[in-house]
């Protein structure tokens, strides 16, 4: 039996989940999030959800547990929210947010110009003597976690001087320079 599978996901208060059409319909105070699913079973019962699998074939025991973190991310998502920070590490590396559209100079010639989906709020933060942080903020957790992956992936953080676009909290496995 599949340890993440075969626990419940509790429902707070405030959150509904509906199961209609191979389809798991999550609301909350935050927003509404869809996710089809197929091969599992999955009854809504008095504050919590269950998903069960009809058979052990490797098909199923892989899709029991996928769409039991998928429920809770959902729940999750539209409860309390989904956070990533990243952290701009270089010299004149600068981050500003006018609206959905996020403005990113990072050492190019020209700077980069993101449009960011309605669904992701966004904040830039803008210390003196520290690194510009962006924080990105949604209920849905794929995106926000696709948005932060595109934009660290204009500037990945290099081994040697550890520059570049990184999360916050992340440890860069450093390199040691040329030795003369």
């Known amino acids: 039996m599949s340890r993440i599978g075969k626990n419940p996901v509790a429902i707070p208060a405030g959150v509904s989940v ?17 996710q089809p699913y197929a091969d599992v079973s999955i009854e809504v019962g008095e504050g919590h959800v269950v998903v069960s699998r009809p058979s052990d074939a490797k098909d199923h025991r892989a899709k029991h547990g996928l769409y039991r973190s998928l429920i809770d991310n959902m729940v999750q998502g539209v409860s309390t929210g989904w956070t990533k920070q990243l952290e701009l590490v270089g010299v004149g590396y600068r981050a500003s ?3 959905q559209k996020l403005e990113l100079a990072l050492g190019f010639s020209h700077n980069i110009v993101l449009n960011i989906a309605p669904e992701v709020q966004i904040e830039t933060v803008s210390d003196k003597g520290k690194n510009p942080v962006i924080k990105l903020t949604s209920f849905d957790k794929q995106l926000v976690g696709q948005v932060a992956a ?3 992936g204009f500037r990945p953080p290099e081994p040697y001087k550890g520059k570049g676009v990184k999360f916050v909290g992340e440890i860069i496995r450093r390199k040691a320079g040329k030795s003369a």
Do not use: A
């Open 18 to 34: 509906k199961v209609e059409n191979k389809e798991i319909i999550v609301e909350g105070k935050l927003g509404k999030l869809v």
């Open 97 to 99: 947010s006018q609206g």
């Open 150 to 152: 595109k934009i660290r």
